[in-house]
């Protein structure tokens, strides 16, 4: 008897050792997405944070399907401090292979975010075959024209959200010419950022409205990344009787101008074709409500509260219950859908091999939070509409009473443009 | 006439960002290098009163000059002492905690363009037909009221001659029983006194970045360099040099240049007379 009683405690102790010290049943790998972001900028944070929120999600409805086996998302960031004054190209293209070798990243998915470091990435994830969808920040249309030009060498290089191009002839135009019509104004003053796509969007925008019959008063002012006085230009603006201020630049001082521009009461409204500063739900505060009337281009629906789409509320509800602020500005929506778009091709392509993930990418169709999702083949530029239901539909909103109110495009807008008071008089 | 206007207040507002930084290297001959971090801090510190703490705006600037006249004299107390004479490990020690000012800022939080100071002044007047918003003209009576103040403090404050007779020779100043490290300290805090005021006046026109550290470190070292190192004198004089022709360059070529003036003034400086306008540490190498 004692023997039994001997066998059987020596069989649960084993038993038990064996279930304590076993090591855990073996977790499916974790798919990783190696994000290089200029995180103390809002085009890196707000990616961030976006790319979390939607990683959290798949990872909660039980990960990815990849040919059968459901594997979880995990998120690797670098920072890359490419929007950063001073700081070279280089320092990208190092976070940019980091995450590629020592990370392990099967996916890049957000920047680099500086354009001229997003471009000098493509070689480097064409030598490792490592597929990339850019969503914030580079806006350079050379990206997706280097794709068409070079298809083999660098088809691994996707955008899911906006570039100058379009921006400036889908958006920016037609809205300033929907202003000219509505308030008869005809004289366009331009201040850029001293960065690739601040100066060639600038330019443009300069020879497509003077061809418009608009009056663009000068050359484009240039501005060095961290200026902090604009008066000189201001001055010159309210000296030749601009209407419209036209404004590239994603560095945080701009809110610095549109103090500046209230201060000085230049009977101008200013349109941030890209401003960074402004397009943050802190700018009223920040600048004391001077920069009411401001307009801004968040470049995709869904980087600021809008109802584009079924999935847009949704999406600001859950970035608003995540992070405790509604969606910052542009990089957010986009990428936020990079993760649900690769989630949706690796799945189709039941695999993460690389050249099946680019067919799969190309052949996508998905409805998302700024709309139709689908990428040019050729070009790997994500497709643009005015309509979400044909296209990536893009957003410019104004500072109206504390509020981003959706003024263009029409399709989703919420509100009118309207002036400030010192321009109505 | 823009240019005159905006001229000059660019032209203060360069000798407030340089004054403490001319002070600490006129009087220790240290070469603050994390000058500009401090000035960061400085706006840091108030936002954290004003917004976090809710202190009374001129409570909040006040208590955040104190506090950083501490830090600055905490910083030589028991860092700067070690390679006090030693120039380079000078400029690599507050460099250093210049950058772990900088990026611990950054790493607590300061991102973006949200955090602000309130302008002590609302509105804006009109002067010779340009518009100039009230805290500009703030700007610039205080920076007259601060070189004024200064001036005064070193003539005829006993603590301020002790410090002008380190300036002048030190080793001499220490026969005479004045305490070179305790005079070290005093100059120190002034110094971080003074870039903390710099930080108050000017940054309600804008927003607290941490960027902007390195670039009032990299002006305030330019003020410097063409005034002479050292020469308070000098540093008044090069900040309306260089101020105003940052408004002529930003008016005749374009504001992409502007940057470009301060590292030219440096260079010009360095071919033409190494020892800047009033400097003198150079003078027997130049005649020869």
Same mark, same amino acid.
């Given at each position: 008897?004692?023997?039994?009683?001997?066998?059987?405690?020596?069989?649960?102790?084993?038993?038990?050792?064996?279930?304590?010290?076993?090591?855990? &049943?073996? &977790?499916?790998?974790?798919?990783?997405?190696?994000?290089?972001?200029?995180?103390?900028?809002?085009?890196?944070?707000?990616?961030?944070?976006?790319?979390? /929120?939607?990683?959290?999600?798949?990872?909660?409805?039980?990960?990815?399907?990849?040919?059968?086996?459901?594997?979880?998302?995990?998120?690797?960031?670098?920072?890359?401090?490419?929007?950063?004054?001073?700081?070279?190209?280089?320092?990208?293209?190092?976070?940019?292979? #980091?995450?590629?070798?020592?990370?392990?990243?099967?996916?890049?998915?957000?920047?680099?975010?500086?354009?001229?470091?997003?471009?000098?990435?493509?070689?480097?994830?064409?030598?490792?075959?490592?597929?990339?969808?850019?969503?914030?920040?580079? !806006?350079?249309?050379?990206?997706?024209?280097?794709?068409?030009?070079?298809?083999?060498?660098?088809?691994?290089?996707?955008?899911?959200?906006?570039?100058?191009?379009?921006?400036?002839?889908?958006?920016?135009?037609?809205?300033?010419?929907?202003?000219?019509?509505?308030?008869? $104004?005809?004289? !366009?003053?331009?201040?850029?950022?001293?960065?690739?796509?601040?100066?060639?969007?600038?330019?443009?925008?300069? #020879?497509?409205?003077?061809?418009?019959?608009?009056?663009?008063?000068?050359?484009?002012?240039?501005?060095?990344?961290?200026?902090?006085?604009?008066?000189?230009? $201001?001055?010159?603006?309210?000296?030749?009787?601009?209407?419209?201020?036209?404004?590239?630049?994603?560095?945080?001082?701009?809110?610095? $101008?549109?103090?500046?521009?209230?201060?000085?009461?230049?009977?101008?409204?200013?349109?941030?074709?890209?401003?960074?500063?402004?397009?943050?739900?802190?700018?009223?505060?920040?600048?004391?409500?001077?920069?009411?009337?401001?307009?801004?281009?968040?470049?995709?629906?869904?980087?600021?509260?809008?109802?584009?789409?079924?999935?847009?509320?949704?999406?600001?509800? &859950?970035?608003?219950?995540?992070?405790?602020?509604?969606?910052?500005?542009?990089?957010?929506?986009?990428?936020?859908?990079?993760?649900?778009?690769? #989630?949706? &091709?690796?799945?189709?392509?039941?695999?993460?091999?690389?050249?099946?993930?680019?067919?799969? /990418?190309?052949?996508?169709?998905?409805?998302?939070?700024?709309?139709?999702?689908?990428?040019?083949?050729?070009?790997?530029?994500?497709?643009?509409?005015?309509?979400?239901?044909?296209?990536?539909?893009?957003?410019?909103?104004?500072?109206?009473?504390?509020?981003?109110?959706?003024?263009?495009?029409?399709?989703?807008?919420?509100? #009118?443009?309207?002036?400030?008071?010192?321009?109505?008089? | 006439?823009?240019?005159?206007?905006?001229?000059?207040?660019?032209?203060?507002?360069?000798?407030?960002?340089?004054?403490?930084?001319?002070?600490?290297?006129?009087?220790?001959?240290?070469?603050?290098?994390?000058?500009?971090?401090?000035? @960061?801090?400085?706006?840091?510190?108030?936002?954290?009163?004003?917004?976090?703490?809710?202190?009374?705006?001129?409570?909040?600037?006040?208590?955040?000059?104190?506090?950083?006249?501490?830090?600055?004299?905490?910083?030589?107390?028991?860092?700067?002492?070690?390679?006090?004479? =030693?120039?380079?490990?000078?400029?690599?020690?507050?460099?250093?905690?210049?950058?772990?000012?900088?990026?611990?800022?950054?790493?607590?939080?300061?991102?973006?363009?949200?955090?602000?100071? %309130?302008?002590?002044?609302?509105?804006?007047?009109?002067?010779?037909?340009?518009? +100039?918003?009230?805290?500009?003209?703030?700007? @610039?009576?205080?920076?007259?009221?601060?070189?004024?103040?200064?001036?005064?403090?070193?003539?005829?404050?006993?603590?301020?001659?002790?410090?002008?007779?380190?300036?002048?020779?030190?080793?001499?100043? =220490?026969?005479?029983?004045?305490?070179?490290?305790?005079?070290? @300290? +005093?100059?120190?805090?002034?110094?971080?006194?003074?870039?903390? +005021?710099?930080? @108050?006046?000017?940054? %309600?026109?804008?927003?607290?970045?941490?960027?902007?550290?390195?670039?009032?470190?990299?002006?305030?070292?330019?003020?410097?360099?063409?005034?002479?190192?050292?020469?308070?004198?000098?540093?008044?004089?090069?900040?309306?040099?260089?101020?105003?022709?940052?408004?002529?360059?930003?008016?005749?070529?374009?504001?992409?240049?502007?940057?470009?003036?301060?590292?030219?003034?440096?260079?010009?400086?360095?071919?033409?007379?190494?020892?800047?306008?009033?400097?003198?540490?150079?003078?027997?190498?130049?005649?020869?």
């Amino acid at each position: 008897m004692k023997t039994g009683w001997f066998v059987l405690v020596t069989v649960l102790a084993f038993c038990v050792s064996i279930t304590a010290f076993a090591p855990p &049943a073996a &977790a499916a790998e974790p798919i990783v997405l190696g994000c290089p972001l200029s995180t103390a900028f809002l085009y890196g944070w707000d990616a961030e944070r976006a790319i979390r /929120l939607a990683v959290e999600e798949i990872n909660a409805q039980g990960g990815v399907d990849v040919g059968g086996e459901k594997r979880p998302f995990e998120v690797e960031v670098i920072d890359t401090r490419d929007l950063e004054p001073g700081v070279p190209v280089s320092e990208a293209l190092l976070a940019v292979e #980091k995450l590629i070798l020592e990370k392990k990243a099967d996916f890049i998915v957000g920047g680099p975010v500086r354009s001229e470091a997003a471009l000098a990435a493509m070689s480097l994830l064409s030598k490792y075959q490592k597929i990339s969808i850019l969503s914030t920040g580079a !806006l350079t249309p050379k990206y997706h024209a280097m794709v068409a030009e070079n298809y083999d060498k660098f088809k691994y290089c996707f955008r899911i959200s906006g570039e100058a191009k379009w921006m400036v002839t889908g958006e920016i135009i037609p809205c300033l010419e929907q202003i000219g019509k509505d308030y008869n $104004l005809n004289r !366009l003053f331009i201040m850029v950022q001293d960065v690739a796509h601040g100066r060639a969007g600038g330019e443009l925008i300069a #020879k497509i409205m003077a061809g418009k019959g608009w009056t663009v008063i000068g050359e484009p002012a240039i501005y060095p990344t961290g200026t902090t006085d604009y008066s000189m230009g $201001l001055i010159k603006a309210k000296k030749e009787n601009a209407q419209v201020i036209l404004i590239w630049m994603d560095m945080p001082e701009t809110s610095i $101008l549109l103090k500046q521009w209230h201060d000085m009461k230049v009977p101008a409204l200013p349109f941030g074709s890209i401003i960074a500063a402004a397009e943050q739900p802190g700018f009223w505060e920040a600048t004391e409500g001077k920069g009411e009337y401001c307009l801004a281009n968040v470049v995709n629906a869904g980087n600021a509260p809008c109802q584009a789409t079924p999935w847009t509320e949704k999406f600001v509800k &859950a970035y608003e219950k995540k992070w405790g602020i509604e969606p910052e500005g542009y990089g957010t929506s986009s990428s936020y859908m990079a993760v649900y778009t690769i #989630k949706d &091709a690796v799945e189709r392509a039941g695999s993460l091999e690389p050249d099946k993930v680019v067919t799969a /990418l190309e052949q996508t169709d998905l409805m998302g939070v700024y709309g139709r999702i689908r990428f040019d083949p050729k070009s790997h530029q994500i497709i643009p509409a005015t309509d979400p239901k044909e296209g990536a539909v893009g957003t410019i909103f104004q500072w109206q009473d504390r509020k981003r109110v959706v003024v263009f495009p029409e399709s989703i807008a919420t509100g #009118k443009i309207l002036l400030p008071p010192w321009m109505t008089k | 006439m823009e240019i005159i206007v905006y001229g000059v207040i660019n032209s203060v507002s360069l000798t407030l960002i340089a004054l403490g930084f001319t002070l600490v290297y006129g009087i220790c001959r240290l070469p603050n290098f994390a000058h500009g971090a401090l000035y @960061v801090f400085t706006g840091y510190i108030a936002w954290i009163f004003l917004n976090t703490l809710g202190i009374p705006y001129p409570i909040a600037i006040f208590l955040s000059l104190i506090v950083i006249a501490l830090v600055g004299g905490i910083m030589y107390r028991f860092i700067l002492v070690r390679v006090r004479g =030693m120039a380079i490990s000078e400029i690599i020690a507050s460099y250093a905690i210049g950058l772990a000012i900088l990026e611990g800022l950054r790493w607590g939080g300061l991102k973006g363009a949200t955090y602000t100071l %309130p302008s002590f002044v609302e509105g804006s007047v009109s002067i010779l037909g340009i518009s +100039v918003d009230l805290q500009r003209l703030i700007v @610039v009576g205080l920076g007259a009221v601060l070189v004024a103040g200064l001036w005064a403090f070193v003539h005829f404050a006993g603590i301020g001659l002790a410090l002008r007779g380190m300036a002048q020779d030190e080793r001499a100043a =220490m026969t005479l029983g004045i305490d070179s490290d305790r005079m070290a @300290v +005093v100059a120190m805090s002034l110094g971080a006194f003074f870039a903390g +005021v710099a930080a @108050v006046v000017l940054l %309600p026109l804008g927003s607290i970045v941490v960027e902007s550290g390195y670039n009032v470190l990299i002006l305030a070292i330019a003020v410097c360099v063409v005034g002479g190192l050292g020469s308070w004198t000098g540093a008044v004089l090069a900040a309306f040099i260089i101020g105003f022709a940052q408004i002529l360059t930003v008016v005749h070529l374009g504001a992409q240049f502007q940057v470009v003036v301060a590292l030219l003034a440096i260079i010009i400086t360095l071919i033409l007379r190494p020892s800047g306008l009033f400097g003198r540490q150079k003078e027997l190498e130049e005649r020869v």
